[in-house]
């Protein structure tokens, strides 16, 4: 199975960081940062690497519903995305977005999620939503301290619902009211 790389040096300096909608230009570098994320772990359900096109595509998709799709970058390289989608097509549920965010390996471990996240959330506000939804595979206890720091609350579990790497996964849901008090 092939492995992808994303090359960036480890991101110290958290300064100059620029916070912006994802580009269709940007979509070699998404696929670098979340190709790992399909070989090599449950985080998501994909099987198969994408392509530059194939992300492309989804950012234009996203988009084209009025939807956020959102990079961090500093010094021209992004270091990560988070977007969000709508949680379920039918229209009773429009207000409410599924999130996903994904920071390349050199980007982890600085905060920089948290403010990704954020950011996200900012772009979902003026956009009407009122809920995200975050799914996690479990366990990893790591993404649910995560969603749980910033004020996602768990709201259900669905057990043995994904097949991946030989084994079956666990899926929680996590809920975060964008119009409550965000924890500081």
Not at 32 to 47: L, R
Not at 90 to 115: F, N, P
Not at 163 to 178: A, H, N, P, S, T
Request: net charge neutral.
């Amino acid at each position: 199975m092939p492995k992808f790389q994303c090359a960036l040096t480890r991101v110290d300096d958290m300064s100059e960081l620029l916070f912006r909608d994802a580009s269709e230009a940007d979509a070699a570098t998404l696929a670098a940062i979340y190709n790992p994320f399909i070989t090599d772990t449950v985080v998501t359900f994909e099987e198969a690497p994408v392509t530059a096109d194939d992300m492309a595509g989804r950012v234009r998709a996203l988009q084209a519903q009025d939807l956020p799709w959102r990079v961090v970058e500093q010094q021209g390289r992004v270091l990560g995305y988070a977007y969000g989608g709508l949680w379920r097509s039918r229209a009773a549920y429009r207000h409410v977005a599924e999130s996903a965010i994904y920071l390349g390996e050199a980007a982890r471990g600085r905060g920089l999620g948290t403010q990704l996240y954020r950011d996200l959330f900012e772009a979902l506000r003026v956009r009407d939503m009122r809920v995200v939804m975050g799914v996690i595979a479990l366990p990893h206890p790591a993404s649910v301290a995560f969603h749980e720091r910033l004020g996602f609350r768990r709201a259900g579990l669905f057990t043995r619902v994904g097949y991946k790497f030989d084994r079956w996964i666990d899926v929680g849901y996590w809920q975060l009211e964008l119009d409550a008090p965000q924890p500081a």
